[in-house]
Structures are given as C-alpha cells and as structure tokens.
C-alpha cells in the first residue's frame, strides 16, 4: 500500500499543464508537502532517452512501436522513481500518465484500447492514480499558443486527430474514478483556482 498521494495532470499538448504543475508544486510544499514533480514520456535518464526517439519530428514512427515506446518509458518511470517517492509518503505530481496513451494511441491513433489497458498494467504494475486532473482547451487555443513554439511529432498531428482525442480524453473522465475536467480555456491563475478547489474537495 503507497503512503503518498499520486496526482496526475493530463490533457493534449499546450494546454498548460507543465505551468500548472509547477503552480501546483509551489501550493503542496507551503502546505508542508514533500512533494515530487515529474512527467511523461521521461522522467529518468532511460525514460528520457525514449523520449527523444519517439518525439522526434524526423523520424517515422508506427503506432504500435509508438505505444510500445511509451509503455517502456513508463516501466522504467513506475519502478525507478514513481513507487520509492510514494512509499516514502512523498505527493507525486506527474504530468501526463496512463490516460494520455488510451487518449493518443488508442483514440486518436485506433489502436485497440484493451490492447493498451492490458500494456498499461504491465508497465505500471497496477498503479493507478489517486487523483486525475485533465486540462482540455478550445483547439484555437493549440494554434495561438504553438504560433511560436518548437513542435515534436506529436504536436504536427492534424486537427481531426486533436479532435479524437479530446473525445478520448472526455469519455474516460465519465468513467475513470477520481478524475476531473479542469477549464482550460481560462487564465492562468483561473486554471490553478479550479485546480485548488478540485485537491480540497479530494482533501488534499
């Protein structure tokens, strides 16, 4: 049984989840939290040199090598850093996790979701989430926000991919436990307001 609290921030890119997170982390220590702040695909040096590959805009990457990938990285993340801090008692603040790759690779790529429930557990050795936040945006807001930034291979992806995934993301929110649609579409000291209310009314 993990003595920590595991947080998860999802939701497609740009939607301000790292600014969030780092909002979040600087709320949980001045409330006397021992608090860990980390993400995915990455996380520790193997997991990070996966990212790399997989995030790579020049290279060609199949769906299934793809998941494959991302479920490596999230092996070594779960077992090297993610369990130590919660047996600690450490609050684990993690910047995508399980959700996104149902969400990416199953929606928005069609690969079969039980094929990847099943490579989830394998990699996460049946860890799930104490609390999901999930940050979803109007899609002008992927365009103003990207107008000026470097985009990975994800983040080329059309727009009727972004929009399966959206779907993805909102129907296991209906069915995931303890998972909450955070407005992303606001401010930022908005954002990180909705962000505090749903911790307190998880009772953190």
Avoid: W
Wanted: a neutral charge.
């Amino acid at each position: 049984m993990n003595k920590g609290t595991f947080i998860v921030l999802e939701g497609p890119d740009r939607c301000g989840k790292s600014t969030q997170a780092k909002l979040l982390l600087n709320y949980l220590i001045e409330q006397g939290r021992d608090v860990l702040l980390t993400r995915e695909p990455g996380g520790t040096p193997t997991a990070e040199r996966i990212r790399q590959i997989v995030l790579e805009p020049e290279l060609s990457v199949t769906p299934m090598t793809e998941l494959l990938l991302y479920e490596a990285s999230r092996a070594q993340h779960t077992e090297e850093k993610i369990r130590p801090a919660l047996e600690a008692g450490k609050t684990v603040l993690c910047e995508r996790y399980t959700m996104s790759t149902c969400a990416y690779q199953g929606y928005g790529r069609g690969i079969n979701l039980r094929t990847i429930h099943t490579l989830n557990r394998i990699a996460t050795q049946d860890l799930v989430p104490d609390l999901t936040l999930v940050f979803l945006m109007s899609d002008k807001y992927f365009t103003e926000r990207g107008e000026y930034l470097y985009s990975d291979r994800l983040e080329r992806e059309e727009l009727a991919f972004r929009k399966k995934m959206r779907k993805g993301y909102l129907a296991m929110i209906e069915r995931t436990p303890n998972a909450f649609l955070v407005d992303a579409d606001k401010t930022i000291p908005e954002i990180q307001t909705q962000v505090r209310e749903i911790l307190k009314q998880y009772g953190i």
